[in-house]
């Protein structure tokens, strides 16, 4: 297990929870943290013991952004995109493309590019007091981390754009409503609700968690032709599995299967 400076990581069970730990600084990203969370996203993607990962923020935030006080403008040859592409990009696209299902537990404000991380995640659980908020347009700048692919998809381009535009601050209710998030709860039982959500996903057939997760990324970006065939390629692993002829034998002996990811 690596040492972090920034962010924890706990493992109940099959489930591994990876906190970002700047509580004082409401867990906004400076150059440590943007190290540390790709580095806990790898690590955790990559231990087969855990099956399901739960993200989520220290004291009473989820993330407020990037950490504005850090940004290099002195600096002549520093530049933003270089940032957004190899910094924050290859930790979204990890949790992206995890073979394992992320949940985003959010409490407090996930603004800015930290919605993003909070988006990205395959599920999302929303405290009552958490909020989703686009906080560009006061300060002259644009989304970033992907946050307008994820808005777009999940709200339409017209709420998408208004969302932006306004910099409302999107309460877990209306996040609910509008499909940002799954299930809202109060925020003192968040963490607890959130992992023992993610246990029960824990317990349902590996394969088929990370097969289902690929089909829908597919279909986020393929027509229905594609879609099919797509959907068709990832059965075809599936058919074939240990997995499938446990779950199948489990459901005519009427026991609980035993699954081994493979």
Known sequence: MSDYTTVNIERRGQVAIVTMDRPEALNAFNAALRADILRAIREVN???AVRVVVLT??????GAGADLSELPTADPHWRVDDQLNHEYKPALLEIYRAPKPWIS????????VSSAFAMV????????????????TAISLVPDGGATWHLVRTVG????????ATGEKLKADKCLEWGLCNRVVPADALLDDTVAWAQELAARAPLSLRYAKEAVGRACQADLDQTISDEAALQAICIGSED????????????NPVWKGR
């Open 46 to 48: 990559e231990d087969p």
């Open 105 to 112: 537990s959010v409490k407090g404000p996930a603004a800015g």
């Open 121 to 136: 995640c395959d599920l999302t659980v929303m405290a009552e007091n958490a909020y989703i908020y686009q906080a560009f």
């Open 157 to 164: 381009r017209k709420r998408a754009y208004e969302i932006i």
């Open 244 to 255: 499938a002829a446990e779950g199948t034998a489990a459901f005519l002996e009427k026991r």
């Open 57 to 62: 923020g220290a004291g009473r935030a989820f």
